[in-house]
């Protein structure tokens, strides 16, 4: 039977078909419904782990059990993951063992635009990519056996596009669930230096397996067009693109298992075309490769190196008419990103722009505090990094920095990444604040359990971490919660905290206004009479606020009655229904 999904379910149903028992992951788009899919199958057992570096070695540690396992991240996930990827090359597997990540061209909501190719070729492990749900499905399917004939983790690349693009899927029959017979082998799996290097040759012994495999393998596939002289190597996203510029007017080489990459088949296709041009997002990994086999091809003198292709932008390349689009960017409405209305971590930012606060901030929908008209954030670099990077200025800069500097990170992103951070403001001592913002979900990525709300993937009761708890164990005293509606409770705590010659935290919670859980109070309205139009509720950003006919006007479909705005407005013209 057929089915209509997005890659991303695809992938998952491939995880089912192919007798996946574990799947443990990190939120992060474009992966999340990887795994949000997995957890509809009762037969696999998911969860969402701290991070991806803990997602990574649980998918391994099932593996080692005999069961085959996966884990599923953003790219920039895979830099957390790197850790035990690298030495899980070395180690191999038992029960197949298959990371997913998902590479974002374009930062669609990403801090960077790293090509994850990269990964499999410094880690010397396979690689495939689909070019759309179908392949994702089967590529999936395909990559656990992959993982068990040639004793290797199989990392499957996904983008944006492929994740969350659809197309007809076939549903196959689940393979029955198979668990593989646990056996000691300290030389295999204990990677001590002595171990470690009888296991690099076998590393390089399976390199040349796979790249003989890449020469026939069904993954890469060759459509030769008769009479055509332009030959274009590519792969995932790009080959459709490829498609719907030239159609059948060009010979293709398709390749789905991008590392290791074929010689023979390369230099096969090579000749039986006039031009070789390369079509990849991202860095010409494929096109270094031909050129170091001494062919002859063209790619990113054609093609950019940065930013997500388009079917307009390849025609473009090669000289061919634009093809039409249904909207042109200019005719598309500007709609930057905003906190929702009754956010709160809204009053939060306001108050530390108001305080002027030096404010390191890091990865979440509270990332959104540095937009106008807010502008409260000084730095975002990777998760956790806020914690560590408020010891590292105020080292830097000393006490008068610690007075007028704090982090903000959210609840999740501590989990994630924060402790160790948190915990090195206490060893090596700097006077730091750092506040948690704690809105009781992983916000950003589509409200996402984690350690600290209480129920696991399913949203069954589980294990609840005690922030107050930990914050004091990891060595902070001071350690206080603030609800940040309340606009003076907020102030003085930060004010009041900066100025102690002490570390610590401030917890500021309030769970996110879109909860279900959460009830909205009666909509506020703006008395115009009142109301002097000096704009002073504009100043948090919410966008439940516009200006009317010169007045304050408060959109009631928006409008969760938080109160923030009421307490900024000097003339009391916000309240409730009169």
Not at 40 to 54: G, L, M, Q, S, T
Request: with cysteine.
């Amino acid at each position: 039977m057929k089915k209509l999904m997005l890659g991303n379910e695809a992938v998952a149903r491939g995880f089912l078909e192919a007798g996946c028992q574990v799947v443990s992951s990190y939120p992060g788009t474009p992966s999340t419904e990887i795994t949000e899919y997995a957890a509809k199958y009762d037969e696999i057992y998911c969860e969402w782990a701290p991070n991806e570096k803990v997602a990574c070695e649980v998918a391994f540690g099932a593996s080692l059990g005999g069961a085959r396992a996966a884990c599923c991240m953003k790219h920039v996930g895979l830099n957390v993951a790197a850790d035990p990827l690298f030495t899980m090359s070395y180690t191999g597997v038992n029960g197949g063992l298959v990371v997913v990540v998902a590479d974002d061209p374009g930062m669609h909501s990403s801090q960077n635009e790293q090509d994850s190719r990269h990964y499999a070729r410094a880690a010397k492990l396979p690689m495939l990519e689909p070019s759309d749900s179908a392949e994702a499905k089967e590529f999936a399917r395909l990559a656990f056996s992959l993982s068990e004939e040639y004793d290797t983790p199989v990392l499957l690349r996904m983008c944006t596009r492929i994740a969350h693009s659809q197309c007809a899927v076939e549903e196959c029959e689940a393979r029955e669930q198979v668990t593989r017979e646990y056996v000691k082998n300290p030389q295999k799996y204990i990677m001590a230096p002595a171990n470690a290097i009888r296991r690099h040759p076998v590393v390089e012994e399976r390199c040349e397996k796979l790249t003989e495999l890449a020469e026939t393998a069904a993954f890469n596939k060759v459509e030769l067009a008769e009479g055509a002289e332009l030959g274009i190597i590519t792969s995932g996203t790009s080959y459709q693109y490829v498609k719907e510029v030239f159609g059948d007017s060009v010979s293709v080489l398709k390749l789905g298992l991008v590392n290791p990459l074929p010689k023979k088949l390369i230099e096969s296709f090579a000749e039986k075309v006039k031009r070789l041009v390369v079509v990849e997002e991202l860095d010409p990994i494929i096109e270094n490769h031909c050129k170091a086999l001494g062919i002859t091809v063209e790619g990113k003198s054609l093609l950019p190196i940065l930013g997500e292709y388009s079917q307009s932008l390849i025609a473009k390349a090669f000289g061919m008419p634009e093809r039409a689009s249904i909207a042109s960017p200019d005719s598309i409405p500007v709609r930057p990103p905003v906190m929702c209305a009754g956010c709160p971590h809204r009053g939060l930012f306001y108050v530390l722009q108001k305080k002027k606060y030096t404010v390191l901030g890091d990865i979440g929908c509270y990332t959104l505090g540095s937009a106008a008209p807010l502008n409260a954030i000084d730095s975002v670099l990777c998760m956790g990094a806020s914690v560590s990077g408020l010891h590292g200025f105020n080292k830097a800069r000393g006490a008068d920095a610690e007075k007028k500097t704090v982090a903000v990170i959210g609840d999740s992103t501590f989990m994630h990444s924060g402790m160790t951070g948190l915990a090195n403001i206490a060893y090596n001592g700097t006077n730091s604040t750092v506040i948690i913002v704690d809105n009781s979900i992983t916000g950003m990525t589509g409200h996402q359990h984690n350690p600290t709300t209480g129920y696991n993937i399913k949203g069954n009761p589980a294990g609840k971490i005690d922030l107050e708890a930990l914050c004091h164990a990891l060595g902070f005293k001071r350690v206080r919660v603030v609800d940040p509606y309340d606009l003076k409770a907020t102030e003085a705590a930060i004010v009041e905290e900066t100025a102690i010659e002490e570390p610590s935290v401030i917890i500021s919670r309030r769970p996110c206004a879109l909860l279900k859980t959460v009830k909205a109070k009666p909509q506020l309205m703006v008395d115009t009479e009142k109301c002097r139009s000096c704009k002073a509720c504009m100043k948090i950003g919410c966008p439940a606020i516009s200006m009317k006919e010169g007045k304050a006007h408060i959109d009631a479909t928006l409008c969760v009655g938080c109160d923030v705005c009421k307490q900024l407005c000097a003339f009391d013209a916000i309240g409730g229904e009169k």
